[in-house]
């Protein structure tokens, strides 16, 4: 099947007539095709975005919008099978993770459309015969560009705030997973979003991507995805003086101290690197383990990595297979490397017989007294790969914790109040959970790194102030 463009509501191919394979990772068969698109149809979708913006788009008031994302939530949880399905086809995701992804983007939605008649401006203190006021202004066209691990959650974040906070939306999603947004732009021609207001454009990082983020008519940059290309988005948008949100990878630190509530900790533990298989952002890909609490720990949880199960998405096992080849290639020569230099395996789950050999299968690994400089304990493997390491107290936790360049999210396990608080405040991230994890997804909770993590924050209220300008009026009226 060929799937087009979404530019003003309608499928439109690329104007090269190009077309990108679209492979299910779980058998490696190619079943569709997409629109391979370049600089002009980048053009084509920023030309119609801001004729929207001046057009219908201006005609709407925050409570128009916020009836149209209501709607559009409404419609997603009607549609709830049909999009999880794409998803799990498109990206391997077992099934309840791929109907937990459609549940979450109904909820950025709903969650959107509460807030778009909640933004308002202030008035500040100023002279004697002034008025000075401030309000919040959309940027205008923003530029999303989606990695393909969580489309569907990515998208919501990032659309739904967008235009909530009054701007048009171009999407260029990962060449590796975009079938959901596709249908879902069509979803929001269903209930009313004005044509151009949300355009498609289907294609290669390095080519509708980079023409997305170079383009002058684009007036603010969402970007998730890696460091690597954050960096080189970051530059891009710079030339043409556009502001960027980046939200980047992370090798996050699970923090056990010894009084840990070790039973509830063990569950989130695991959960928190095998979800997505280990492809997630804020995946807990470290674990910090209190001396005294190591060796128990290590014998419960490599027990517990011996019964994770992956395989075939529709069997709804722990995890399903990576998005493709080369991510599978990158965990097993991470992993291999590992093991050369002596790193231990101290837990591995299974792949089950009934996964396809050409599917991206890889099983979930705990490694033990990972060192913290060793490549494995300083990159993101992007796979379901948990490097432990011990610690003997608080200052080593927290020296082990900023051991990377990364600074998105941190997990701490104490039940000594006092701790948690110096913990929370000494950590250098941008979340911290104190006995938990993710929050069960936090879509109120804004969300976003420092360091090589990215900046800027999205998630909650606060992503409508990245989406947004401040004005400034000063008013005269006495003594004219
Ligand atoms: P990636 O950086 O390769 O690709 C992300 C997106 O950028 C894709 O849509 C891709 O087509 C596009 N892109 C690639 N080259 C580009 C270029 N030159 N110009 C413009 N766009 C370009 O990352 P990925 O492999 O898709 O995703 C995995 C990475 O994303 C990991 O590092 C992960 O941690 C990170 N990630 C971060 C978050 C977060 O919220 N912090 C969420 C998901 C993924």
Not at 134 to 153: A, C, D, F, K, M
């Amino acid at each position: 099947m060929q799937h087009h463009n979404r530019i003003n509501h309608q499928g439109l191919p690329s104007t090269s007539g190009l077309t990108l394979p679209v492979i299910d990772p779980a058998t490696g068969e190619t079943f569709a095709q997409i629109a391979r698109s370049n600089a002009q149809d980048v053009d084509v979708a920023v030309q119609g975005a801001r004729a929207c913006l001046q057009g219908p788009w201006a005609a709407l008031d925050a409570t128009d919008r916020g009836r149209l994302l209501m709607a559009l939530s409404r419609r997603v949880s009607e549609c709830a099978s049909e999009l999880a399905a794409i998803e799990q086809r498109d990206c391997g995701k077992p099934t309840q993770q791929a109907r937990a992804d459609v549940v979450a983007l109904a909820r950025y939605f709903e969650f959107y459309a509460g807030a778009c008649d909640k933004l308002h401006g202030d008035t500040l203190p100023y002279r004697q015969g002034y008025t000075a006021l401030s309000w919040r202004e959309p940027h205008g066209v923003t530029g999303h560009v989606i990695p393909w691990n969580y489309p569907l959650q990515i998208f919501g974040r990032s659309v739904g705030g967008a235009l909530a906070a009054g701007n048009v939306c171009v999407v260029k999603p990962a060449e590796d997973a975009c079938l959901s947004l596709l249908r879902v732009s069509e979803l929001m021609a269903e209930v009313g979003f004005p044509a151009g207001s949300i355009q498609i454009v289907t294609g290669l990082g390095h080519e509708a991507g980079q023409a997305l983020c170079e383009h002058p008519g684009i007036d603010h940059i969402s970007f998730t995805g890696s460091p690597r290309v954050g960096t080189l988005v970051q530059q891009l948008a710079a030339a043409h003086h556009c502001p960027v949100t980046l939200e980047l990878g992370g090798k996050s630190p699970q923090i056990l101290f010894d009084d840990a509530p070790v039973d509830v900790a063990l569950g989130f533990v695991i959960n928190a690197i095998v979800q997505n298989a280990g492809q997630t952002c804020s995946a807990g890909s470290r674990l910090l383990v209190q001396r005294q609490l190591y060796e128990p720990l290590m014998q419960r949880l490599g027990e517990a990595f011996g019964q994770l199960r992956a395989g075939p998405p529709e069997m709804d096992l722990d995890l399903g297979p990576l998005i493709r080849a080369s991510q599978l290639e990158r965990v097993v020569s991470m992993l291999d490397e590992a093991r050369a230099d002596g790193i231990v395996t101290a837990g591995q789950g299974v792949v089950v017989p009934q996964a396809s050999a050409r599917g991206f299968f890889h099983a979930p690994v705990l490694l033990r007294d990972v060192p913290p400089q060793h490549r494995i304990a300083q990159e993101e493997v992007f796979g379901p790969v948990l490097c432990a390491m011990p610690f003997e107290d608080e200052q080593e936790a927290l020296a082990l914790a900023h051991a990377t360049a990364f600074g998105l999210v941190a997990g701490v396990w104490t039940r000594d109040g006092a701790r948690q608080l110096r913990m929370a405040k000494a950590l250098r991230c941008g979340q911290v959970f104190i006995n938990n994890y993710g929050a069960g997804g936090g879509i109120e909770l804004p969300f976003g790194g420092v360091g090589a993590s990215g900046h800027g924050r999205e998630k909650g209220f606060e992503a409508l102030m990245g989406f947004t300008r401040l004005k400034t009026v000063a008013i005269r009226h006495d003594g004219i």
